[in-house]
C-alpha cells in the first residue's frame, strides 16, 4: 500500500511519507486545494451547510472486482485528480446517508426536500454537464422531481408536482458562480472538500482497484490523524480514465459500515446535447412561491431573526455554527413534539452557556439555550471549543 503522511518527515513521489512542509508535500496538497477552485468539479455544489456534510465526505469502491490498472502512487493520483477535466458528462447518483440523526418532529416537511432530507435515507439524482455555462441536476422521488437548468445566462427551476417554475436571468459573471439552486452532493463535491483537509495531520494511502458505475477506478485513502475527529477514514474512488471521483463514502472511527455513501451508479463521459438544458415550462404551469410558511403551518418551523452561517476550524475538526436559532422553549411553542424531543438530548453547560448534547458515532450537535447550533465531525469538547470563541 503506497502511503503519504502529511505530518510525517521525508518526500518522495513514490512509497513514503511526505512532510507538509517540504515543497514535494507542498505541490501536492496545493494540487489537492486547487480542486476546489476549479469549476469542472464544482458545478453543483450544494448550500453552505451541505459544507457540514462534506467535511466528513470520504469515497469507496462499489464493487468487488479488481481491474487490472497501472500502478499509481498515493502522490501521483493526488495530481491526477486535481488536473482531471472533462468536457462533459452525465449519470445518475445516489447519495445514502445513515448518520444516526434523530428524527425531528414538526421538521418533516421541510426536510424531506431540503438539505436535511440529505442527511437521512436514500436519495437519487441525475446530473448533466455540458461545460462552465450548461448544467442540469434533476432530484427525483417517488412523487415528481426537481430540476434545475441552466443554459447560458438563463437559470430554470421546476418542481414537477407543485407545477412551479422559476425564470433568473444571470449577470455575466455568473460564470464563476454556481448555478444548481438545489441541494445536492456529488462524488467530485465530497471529493474536493476532503481533499482540502488532507494537511496537515492526514495519512493518504491507496487501495485495491475496483468497479464503480461499470469503470474501472483507483482508490485514495484518507485517514485522519487528529484523535479529536470521529471520521475513521476517507475513501475516494477515482476513475481508472478520466481521473474523475466517482464514488465517496464516509466511515466513523471503528465502523465497518459507511455513515454516508454518494456515488454514481451510471456515467457517460459524453457531452449531452444542448436539449438536455433548455427548458421551457409546460402548459399551465404556476410562478414559484418563495413566501415562507406562515407560523404554525403543520409541520413548519419559524425561524429566529438574524439568522447567520459560519465554519469555526480547520481540517478534520472544523465546527459548522448556525445562529439566530429558536430557543427550546420557542420551538415547544411551535411544537410541543419537537421542544420534547430535543429537551430529551443530554443537558450540558460550560463557559459558554448552557444547552443539550447530540452524539453519534459520526456527528456531534451542541444546541445552545441562546440559540446556536454547533455541528461536526468531532469531539464533543471541540464543540465547547467552538461555542465559547
Wanted: no cysteine.
Amino acid at each position: 500500500m503506497d502511503e503519504i503522511s502529511t505530518s510525517s518527515a521525508g518526500a518522495s513521489a513514490g512509497p513514503g511519507p511526505i512532510d507538509s512542509s517540504s515543497s514535494a508535500s507542498s505541490r501536492s496538497t496545493g494540487s489537492s486545494r486547487r480542486l476546489l477552485t476549479r469549476r469542472n468539479v464544482r458545478w453543483l455544489l450544494p448550500a453552505a451547510a451541505v459544507g457540514v456534510v462534506a467535511v466528513m465526505a470520504s469515497g469507496v469502491l462499489s464493487a468487488t472486482a479488481n481491474p487490472n490498472l497501472p500502478t499509481q502512487s498515493a502522490a501521483q493520483l493526488l495530481a491526477s485528480v486535481s488536473d482531471a477535466k472533462v468536457a462533459g458528462f452525465s449519470g445518475t447518483i445516489v447519495e445514502k446517508a445513515s448518520l444516526g440523526l434523530p428524527e425531528l418532529p414538526g421538521m418533516v416537511n421541510s426536510a424531506s426536500t431540503g438539505l436535511l432530507g440529505l442527511l437521512s435515507g436514500s436519495h437519487t439524482s441525475r446530473v448533466w454537464y455540458g461545460g462552465e455555462t450548461k448544467q442540469r441536476v434533476a432530484l427525483l422521488d417517488s412523487f415528481g422531481e426537481q430540476d434545475a437548468f441552466r443554459n447560458g445566462r438563463d437559470l430554470w427551476q421546476w418542481d414537477s408536482t407543485t407545477r412551479q417554475s422559476s425564470h433568473t436571468l444571470l449577470p455575466s459573471a455568473a460564470a464563476q458562480t454556481t448555478p444548481a439552486q438545489l441541494p445536492s452532493l456529488t462524488p467530485a463535491d465530497a471529493a474536493a472538500r476532503a481533499l482540502a483537509f488532507i494537511s496537515p495531520s492526514t495519512t493518504v494511502s491507496t487501495d485495491r482497484t475496483g468497479v464503480v458505475a461499470g469503470r474501472a477506478t483507483y482508490t485514495l485513502v484518507l485517514v485522519p490523524k487528529d484523535a479529536r475527529s470521529t471520521v475513521g477514514s476517507v475513501r475516494i474512488s477515482v476513475d481508472g480514465k478520466t481521473k474523475v471521483p466517482l464514488g465517496v463514502q464516509v466511515y466513523a472511527k471503528k465502523a465497518t459500515r459507511a455513515a454516508l455513501d454518494v456515488s454514481f451508479t451510471r456515467v457517460d463521459f459524453s457531452v449531452p446535447d444542448n436539449d438536455f438544458f433548455t427548458f421551457s415550462p409546460p402548459a399551465g404551469a404556476k410562478p414559484m412561491q418563495q413566501a415562507p410558511q406562515p407560523t404554525g403551518a403543520p409541520g413548519q418551523i419559524k425561524a429566529a431573526r438574524d439568522s447567520s452561517y459560519r465554519t469555526i476550524g480547520e481540517g478534520w475538526t472544523t465546527v459548522a455554527e448556525l445562529t439566530g436559532v429558536p430557543s427550546l422553549q420557542s420551538l415547544a411553542d411551535q411544537s410541543g413534539q419537537l421542544g420534547g424531543t430535543l429537551d430529551k438530548l443530554p443537558a450540558v453547560s460550560g463557559t459558554w452557556g448552557k444547552g443539550h448534547l447530540f452524539t453519534s458515532a459520526l456527528v456531534s450537535a451542541l444546541i445552545t439555550d441562546d440559540g446556536r447550533v454547533f455541528v461536526g465531525a468531532v469531539q464533543p469538547d471541540v464543540l465547547y471549543e467552538a461555542a465559547a470563541t
